[in-house]
């Protein structure tokens, strides 16, 4: 916050005047930290007002909260704020920031005043700060919690029991009732779950005195006002004295639907298969009426049925009906006459057109006008007549009610068609004695229907005696194990089959949910058969009862939900791993190194150790060989970091190039290290892809838990740090984290820092060093070498500064300024006299790399006038050796326009006289490291006069750099080297120095001899 420039004052005269120590007290009393800065910001006197806050005062006494503090993660956008208040002598308001101290992070809340002396010179800062650290850590795992939240996909949500109000919800909730999360939270739970306040609070304290949890399933209207079923679990927990009620939802609309369509399905073929023995068993054609009648009343299906058929007169007779007592008690007046209200319903029109009559919405069908009230009465809204025929005459109409609006669909329609024509068939074996073999026929093919029905619905019947054992599973069962599993089961319980196992409870709930002899649903279990092949199932069923009303079993349907399975624990894995490697991903690994935390704070011999490994140069492999590449050697990576680990080790991808290593029972550095040199060796291990080898290296980091960090954040940190610090080694190599290694990355990430501003500031310069031809002794070109010359520091070594800028990118622009400026002096020498000199500047990796390369020394030659032929650029031998095409192929390019190339430190690669002699190069430099002991050193002697031998064969200058004695130049000058450069005969130094010394010297006159 900004402190406010309209103060709000009230009363005109203050009660007494401010005393300092009452004032202190109040100071005291609102913060935890206070003191004073001074005009350069180092805190001169602090007051620390609270024990937690003791440490903090004592490390920021003398010290500067500038160098000390950064940026809240919670709040990064303060600490910009408070840098430019502070560089305006402004005055801040709760900045809140980080403080780094030896042992922990600390987070304030700081306000300052600037003070000024009489003359308005600003004398430094009057601050306060409170210790928000409690704070920030519980924002930090909000939002860790927030985050995981959203990544559910169930609805998941957090209500305040007093004031029946949302806390949170996350995104999938949101997404569920189509609006926004704020528009959810107004809604409030009443609306969202369509629940009562009142019944809300029933619940909620249910919760809350009962403990444990509960579910309810309720219709809701969810995006786009369509109507749905959640399924909703709770239970409460109380944080900080206040109850909270923890939600999970999901949507269960498709699976109740699909369960109402199947059991209305087992109701309809329970139907057709009591009708059908109804007809089996019927001896004549008015027990037949009544039995099937009988036989078709179920209260989940159809509330009434009836049969009518029509007398001489034609007027039209109930001859049996089953149901509804009110039927019989006030009959329906129904005729057959088209010209009357009551001829033109549907028991009319069906008997006159001898097709089915629905109606699926009766009540307000102009049908049943003249019956509407007795039908609203008894709430029956659906109805169907069906036409019985004998000899192909109607002679009867089976009329059906159900209280289920839409009762009649397709599939329902069907079926009772497949009843009337069983029945109409029965009628016709009444009429012929010798069609009755063929009743039963038609009934045994109508059961094969329901057979073939179920087996294409996926799903199995299943009955069971009143002892709970199975006497009939039937449906599409696959493969002879399964078969032979089926058959198995019959006169068994289900727990007693064996490779059977429970899922959604077990055996005991089971057993005394059966023995409840209520319907039940949802229950899941697994089958592995004799292939040891594993399939899921889910069981639903509803109990059998007899004439008498007696228990006599259950029944239901079984379906296959494997692939259901299948793809839950796939999105489950997905969220969990890594996709492209199949290594476990951040989220898992934070979860397993949370976890071993909490196991060796528990046991001391479990410490473990976090190792960081990342891919050196791996980017390069991206942008020459294409991401498809690179993947396919992320992938073999992965593969081969397990081989050299132990079994207990858990190897994780964070991204990128970027993998991490739980390294388990790793108590001390020296284990740590072992295991990281295994790693090291199988990297030297070339991979092969797609006809290409890749030699790979990683730079490896590790922390020790107990021993460099006790918390998730400071290990993955830690090991991060030794990571970057290995890189710094040269890669390919490891570092244990130290509290030396920490302040070495702090000094480096403040070196990286300056450096962006040091070519602004005019603190890069350029020192030239003299190159002498042998054959004359004269100059014939200068090398630039970049230096720093830092306000502060002094002058900082290119050893140190050059690989930063290579790191972060600004080689690119410091490289560029370096071509620049160099080309510009040249020019500038020719103009005092000197002569046409040769100009060597290095180019970096990134440099190379940077597709813009080839413009940008076209430019430079352009602006400065400066001769092509005369630029030469010194490329390392090892650069060109990682994309041999493109290299050439860029260089070709280049060289087109004059300019030369050179290899650097030749001999320190492993080129071969083969390879050079495909890159379009002029000069070989020899390593100073084969020149300082060519005195005395054989080997070196023998390498140099190699190098100088192969750079003759190839027609190319060979210069040696590093020269600083005479015995060095007389074996390079017998060997006949073309060109030297060292401190023999000249340091490098800055442009006016230079031309001094050549003038001075009386070049081109033979200065070596001199």
């Given amino acids: 916050m900004l402190p406010t420039k309209n103060v709000t004052r009230l009363g005109e005269v203050a009660l007494r005047p401010a005393v300092p120590g009452s004032l202190q007290q109040v100071v005291s009393l609102c913060t935890d930290l206070s003191w004073q800065e001074d005009d350069k910001g180092f805190c001169t006197q602090i007051d620390s007002h609270s024990d937690k806050t003791t440490s903090v005062a004592q490390l920021l006494f003398q010290r500067r909260l500038i160098d000390l503090g950064d940026a809240d993660s919670v709040a990064s956008e303060d600490w910009p704020r408070y840098l430019a208040s502070v560089g305006a002598r402004q005055p801040y308001r709760q900045i809140k920031c980080r403080l780094s101290g030896d042992e922990r992070n600390v987070y304030l809340q700081i306000s300052g005043v600037p003070q000024f002396d009489d003359n308005q010179v600003f004398q430094g800062y009057d601050c306060v700060a409170i210790d928000m650290s409690h704070e920030h850590h519980s924002e930090a795992s909000l939002l860790r919690f927030r985050a ?23 995104d999938t909730a949101a997404r569920a009732y189509g609006f926004t999360r704020e528009e959810v939270l107004a809604m409030g739970p009443s609306e969202a779950l369509d629940l009562t306040p009142e019944e809300l609070i029933e619940r909620y304290d249910r919760l809350i005195t009962q403990g444990g949890s509960s579910r309810i399933e309720r219709r809701v209207k969810l995006k786009d006002d369509k109507p749905g079923i959640i399924e909703v679990y709770s239970r409460a927990t109380c944080l900080n004295g206040r109850w909270i009620i923890i939600g999970v939802s999901r949507d269960i609309s498709d699976r109740k639907m699909a369960e109402t369509r199947a059991l209305h399905l087992q109701h309809i073929f329970s139907t057709l298969s009591n009708i059908n023995g109804a007809i089996i ?3 004549t054609v008015a027990t037949l009426y009544q039995d099937i009648c009988a036989a078709a ?20 007779n109930g001859v049996a009906m089953m149901g509804d007592e009110t039927f019989e008690a006030q009959p329906l007046q129904i005729s057959a006459d088209a010209g009357t209200p009551q001829g033109q319903g549907l028991v009319g029109s069906a008997l006159r057109d001898g097709v089915a009559m629905i109606s699926n919405d009766y009540i307000n069908d102009p049908r049943s006008l003249p019956w509407r009230d007795l ?25 059906f009610y159900s209280r289920i609006k839409d009762a009649f669909d397709s599939e329902t329609q069907a079926v009772m068609q497949s009843m009337a024509d069983n029945i109409s068939f029965a009628l016709d074996n009444f009429a012929s004695a010798e069609e009755q073999a063929r009743a039963a026929a038609l009934i045994q093919e109508s059961e094969a229907r329901f057979r073939s029905l179920t087996n294409l619905t996926s799903d199995f019947y299943w009955e069971q005696d009143a002892n709970l054992r199975f006497t009939k599973y039937e449906g599409r069962v696959v493969g002879e194990a399964n078969q032979r ?20 409870m077990n055996w005991r709930q089971l057993r005394r949910l059966l023995k409840k002899e209520q319907p039940f649903r949802d229950f899941e279990f697994s089958f592995t058969n004799e292939d040891s092949v594993r399939y899921h199932f889910t069981l639903a069923g509803e109990p059998i009862v007899d004439s008498a009303g007696a228990f006599a079993g259950y029944r239901g349907i079984s379906r296959d939900i494997t692939e259901k399975k299948r793809i839950a624990d796939r999105i489950k894995h997905l969220a969990t791993h890594d996709t492209l490697t199949g290594l476990p991903n951040r989220v898992m690994f934070s979860e397993l190194l949370r976890q071993s935390i909490r196991t060796a704070n528990r046991y001391k011999d479990q410490r473990f150790a976090v190792m960081f490994i990342d891919l050196d140069r791996f980017k390069a492999v991206n942008d020459t060989y294409g991401h498809h590449t ?7 990576v992965a593969q081969r970091l397990r081989k050299p680990l132990r079994d207990s080790d858990i190897v994780a991808r964070l991204g990128g190039d970027e993998f991490v290593v739980l390294l388990h029972k790793v108590s001390d550095k020296q284990q740590a290290g072992q295991i990281a040199e295994n790693v090291l060796k199988m990297f030297k291990q070339p991979i092969a892809l797609a006809e290409r080898e890749f030699a790979v290296s990683g730079s490896i980091g590790i922390s020790l838990y107990g021993i460099d960090a006790n918390d998730e954040e400071s290990l993955m940190k830690h090991a991060d740090t030794a990571m970057y610090a290995a890189k710094e080694d040269g890669r390919n190599s490891y570092r244990i984290y130290s509290a030396d290694l920490h302040q070495h990355t702090q000094e480096r990430a403040g070196l990286a820092l300056e450096l962006r501003h040091a070519l602004e500031r005019g603190e890069l310069a350029l020192h030239y060093q003299a190159k002498v031809a042998l054959d004359n002794d004269e100059v014939v070109g200068v090398e630039a070498l970049l230096r720093w010359h830092h306000p502060e520091r002094g002058d900082i070594s290119p050893v140190q500064f050059i690989p930063i800028a290579e790191d972060n990118g600004l080689i690119i622009p410091i490289g560029e300024w370096v071509m620049e400026t160099a080309c510009q002096q040249l020019v500038a020498w020719q103009a005092q006299g000197l002569p046409p000199l040769a100009l060597a500047v290095n180019l970096s990796p990134r440099q190379f790399n940077h597709p813009d390369l080839h413009k940008h020394i076209s430019d430079v030659l352009a602006r400065t006038d400066f001769a092509a032929n005369l630029l030469e650029l010194e490329i390392t031998e090892s650069l060109v050796m990682q994309n041999p ?8 390019q280049i060289k087109r326009m004059g300019v030369r190339f050179a290899i650097d430190d030749f001999g320190t690669g492993y080129s071969s006289l083969g390879q050079l002699r495909h890159y379009p190069i002029d000069t070989l430099k020899i390593d100073r490291a084969f020149i300082r002991d060519l005195a005395s050193s054989k080997e070196d002697q023998a390498i ?13 200058t060979v210069v040696a750099e590093g020269v600083e004695n005479a015995r060095q130049l007389a074996f390079l000058r017998d060997n006949y080297c073309d060109q030297i450069q060292g401190f023999f005969y000249h340091r490098p130094c800055c442009a006016d120095e230079f031309v001094s010394w050549y003038r001075a010297t009386g070049f081109p006159a033979n200065v070596i001899s001199t």
Avoid: C
């Fill in 297 to 316: 009343v179920n209260e989940s299906l159809f509330a009434m049925t009836m049969i009518v058929t029509p007398d001489a007169g034609g007027e039209l």
């Fill in 281 to 283: 068993r019927a001896e």
């Fill in 630 to 636: 690179g993947d396919l050697l992320l992938s073999e």
């Fill in 375 to 399: 039908l609203i009465n008894q709430g029956l809204n659906s109805a169907a007549a069906m036409p019985l025929f004998q000899r192909k005459q109607v002679v009867a109409v089976m009329l």
């Fill in 148 to 170: 995981a939240m959203d990544m559910s996909m169930d609805m998941i949500y957090l209500v305040d029991r007093d004031t029946l109000t949302f806390l949170d919800v996350n």
């Fill in 485 to 504: 599993a089926v058959k198995t089961i019959l006169g068994r319980h289900l727990w007693e089959m064996p490779g059977i196992k429970p899922d959604s």
């Fill in 885 to 892: 095409e493109r290299a050439i192929e860029l260089m070709t």
């Fill in 944 to 956: 140099s006069k190699a190098i100088i031998s192969m750079g003759k064969t190839l027609g190319l």
